[in-house]
């Protein structure tokens, strides 16, 4: 016979003007925590699949993180150089979204399939999106937990 899980409790004195602190900081935690699981997956996940796709590997390190404020984190593109003298800020957007794409992709969204990228798996538009949605739908009631303590 299958045991009952264990029922997850906690007690505790917490003023009513204590509780905004206590919601606040979980808040903060969690935004670092997120945007943390972003960041990594985007620098070690690689097509195919959702994944930031390799040629040079200059996209791929040029990953950033940030805290803007207690309760914004961000995950950026930074503006770095390529081997051929390209800009990842030049690029990064028609890679990453299908937005400003060049013109040798003549419209279409072409990362694998151009000149330079062939032979790369498939890259999936939009994946930095796509990616935290996944994260969101498979790693968020983990990480409440954590915060919380399991509340």
Do not use: C, H
């Not at 670092?32 to 390799?54: A, D, H, I, Q, Y």
């Not at 000149?115 to 994946?127: D, L, N």
């Not at 949605?133 to 915060?147: A, D, F, G, V, Y």
């Amino acid at each position: 016979m299958a045991r009952r899980p264990k029922t997850i409790s906690r007690s505790a004195e917490i003023g009513i003007d204590q509780i905004s602190d206590l919601f606040e900081s979980q808040i903060e935690r969690l935004v670092v925590s997120l945007t943390n699981e972003l960041f990594v997956k985007l620098r070690t996940s690689t097509p195919p699949g959702l994944g930031t796709p390799v040629v040079t590997g200059t996209l791929l390190s040029s990953w950033q993180k940030e805290s803007v404020n207690r309760f914004t984190g961000r995950v950026y593109v930074s503006s770095k150089l390529n081997p051929n003298g390209s800009d990842t800020q030049d690029y990064a957007p028609a890679v990453m979204f299908g937005q400003s794409m060049p013109p040798s992709w003549k419209g279409r969204y072409a990362p694998g399939k151009t000149p330079k990228t062939t032979g790369t798996p498939a890259v999936v538009i939009r994946y930095p999106e796509n990616i935290m949605n996944e994260i969101i739908q498979t790693r968020l009631s983990k990480i409440l937990r954590r915060i919380t303590g399991g509340i």
